[in-house]
Protein backbone atom coordinates (compact mmCIF):
# COMPACT_ATOMS: atom_id res chain seq x y z
CA UNK A 1 0.00 0.00 0.00
CA UNK A 2 1.67 3.25 -0.70
CA UNK A 3 0.35 6.81 -1.22
CA UNK A 4 2.77 8.99 -3.24
CA UNK A 5 2.17 13.06 -3.29
CA UNK A 6 3.39 15.34 -5.93
CA UNK A 7 2.79 18.96 -6.94
CA UNK A 8 4.49 20.79 -3.95
CA UNK A 9 6.58 23.93 -4.02
CA UNK A 10 6.49 27.68 -4.30
CA UNK A 11 3.97 30.17 -5.15
CA UNK A 12 3.11 33.60 -4.33
CA UNK A 13 0.26 35.00 -1.96
CA UNK A 14 -2.83 35.11 -3.89
CA UNK A 15 -0.89 31.73 -6.66
CA UNK A 16 -2.04 28.66 -7.18
CA UNK A 17 -1.03 24.79 -6.68
CA UNK A 18 -2.30 21.62 -7.16
CA UNK A 19 -1.14 18.59 -5.53
CA UNK A 20 -1.66 14.72 -6.28
CA UNK A 21 -2.08 11.92 -4.18
CA UNK A 22 -1.39 8.39 -6.30
CA UNK A 23 -2.47 5.45 -4.30
CA UNK A 24 -0.99 2.15 -5.03
CA UNK A 25 -1.68 -1.51 -3.60
CA UNK A 26 -5.10 -1.49 -2.80
CA UNK A 27 -8.94 -0.91 -3.25
CA UNK A 28 -8.60 2.85 -3.27
CA UNK A 29 -11.84 3.48 -5.27
CA UNK A 30 -13.46 1.93 -1.99
CA UNK A 31 -11.67 4.68 0.72
CA UNK A 32 -12.53 7.76 1.54
CA UNK A 33 -9.44 10.16 1.38
CA UNK A 34 -8.16 13.11 3.08
CA UNK A 35 -4.92 16.18 2.99
CA UNK A 36 -3.72 17.20 5.82
CA UNK A 37 -0.86 19.66 6.45
CA UNK A 38 1.82 20.36 9.38
CA UNK A 39 3.58 23.76 9.67
CA UNK A 40 6.48 24.02 11.72
CA UNK A 41 5.92 23.78 15.47
CA UNK A 42 2.62 23.03 14.99
CA UNK A 43 0.24 19.59 14.89
CA UNK A 44 -0.20 17.98 12.02
CA UNK A 45 -4.42 19.50 10.93
CA UNK A 46 -7.21 18.08 8.82
CA UNK A 47 -7.53 20.45 5.44
CA UNK A 48 -9.96 18.49 3.21
CA UNK A 49 -11.57 15.07 2.52
CA UNK A 50 -13.79 13.31 0.55
CA UNK A 51 -15.85 10.66 0.35
CA UNK A 52 -15.13 7.18 -1.61
CA UNK A 53 -16.96 8.36 -4.22
CA UNK A 54 -16.79 11.98 -4.45
CA UNK A 55 -19.92 12.06 -3.48
CA UNK A 56 -19.20 14.21 -0.22
CA UNK A 57 -16.51 16.74 0.43
CA UNK A 58 -15.49 18.54 3.65
CA UNK A 59 -13.13 21.17 4.46
CA UNK A 60 -11.49 23.02 7.55
CA UNK A 61 -12.88 26.47 7.72
CA UNK A 62 -9.41 28.22 6.83
CA UNK A 63 -9.50 26.94 3.32
CA UNK A 64 -13.08 26.78 2.38
CA UNK A 65 -13.58 28.79 -0.79
CA UNK A 66 -10.20 28.28 -1.65
CA UNK A 67 -9.18 24.81 -1.79
CA UNK A 68 -10.78 21.69 -3.94
CA UNK A 69 -10.44 18.05 -2.89
CA UNK A 70 -11.39 15.95 -6.14
CA UNK A 71 -10.06 12.46 -7.32
CA UNK A 72 -10.61 10.46 -9.90
CA UNK A 73 -11.04 6.55 -9.11
CA UNK A 74 -10.05 5.73 -13.04
CA UNK A 75 -6.59 7.24 -11.91
CA UNK A 76 -6.18 5.97 -8.68
CA UNK A 77 -5.59 9.52 -7.40
CA UNK A 78 -6.57 12.52 -5.28
CA UNK A 79 -6.38 15.89 -5.74
CA UNK A 80 -5.77 19.10 -3.92
CA UNK A 81 -6.49 22.58 -6.04
CA UNK A 82 -5.33 25.77 -4.18
CA UNK A 83 -6.23 28.88 -4.90
CA UNK A 84 -5.85 32.11 -3.52
CA UNK A 85 -3.05 30.76 -1.81
CA UNK A 86 -1.66 32.44 1.71
CA UNK A 87 1.20 32.86 3.39
CA UNK A 88 -0.29 30.76 6.55
CA UNK A 89 -1.18 28.22 4.20
CA UNK A 90 2.66 26.91 4.14
CA UNK A 91 3.17 23.64 5.38
CA UNK A 92 3.93 19.97 4.70
CA UNK A 93 1.10 18.51 2.56
CA UNK A 94 -0.21 14.69 3.45
CA UNK A 95 -2.64 12.62 2.05
CA UNK A 96 -4.31 9.98 3.98
CA UNK A 97 -6.81 7.08 3.13
CA UNK A 98 -10.37 6.63 5.28
CA UNK A 99 -9.34 3.30 7.62
CA UNK A 100 -13.15 2.12 6.88
CA UNK A 101 -13.92 1.49 3.48
CA UNK A 102 -17.12 2.66 1.51
CA UNK A 103 -18.35 5.28 4.12
CA UNK A 104 -20.93 7.80 3.70
CA UNK A 105 -18.98 10.60 5.34
CA UNK A 106 -15.69 11.69 5.87
CA UNK A 107 -14.18 12.90 8.54
CA UNK A 108 -11.05 14.79 10.33
CA UNK A 109 -10.03 11.59 12.10
CA UNK A 110 -9.67 7.98 11.54
CA UNK A 111 -7.06 7.85 8.68
CA UNK A 112 -5.20 4.78 8.18
CA UNK A 113 -2.71 5.18 5.49
CA UNK A 114 -0.78 7.83 4.41
CA UNK A 115 1.74 9.15 1.99
CA UNK A 116 5.01 11.25 2.82
CA UNK A 117 4.59 14.93 2.49
CA UNK A 118 4.99 17.45 -0.01
CA UNK A 119 6.61 21.32 0.95
CA UNK A 120 4.42 24.23 0.28
CA UNK A 121 5.84 27.48 0.31
CA UNK A 122 3.69 30.24 0.46
CA UNK A 123 5.69 33.68 -0.21
CA UNK A 124 6.65 36.90 -1.66
Known amino acids: VQLQVYGGGFAQPGGSLRLSCAAS????????MGWFRQAPGKEREFVAGITWNGGSTMYDDSVKGRFTISRDNAKNTVYLQMNSLKPEDSAIYYCASDKVPVRAVIGTHDYGVWGKGTLVTVSS
Open 25 to 32: GYSFWSYG
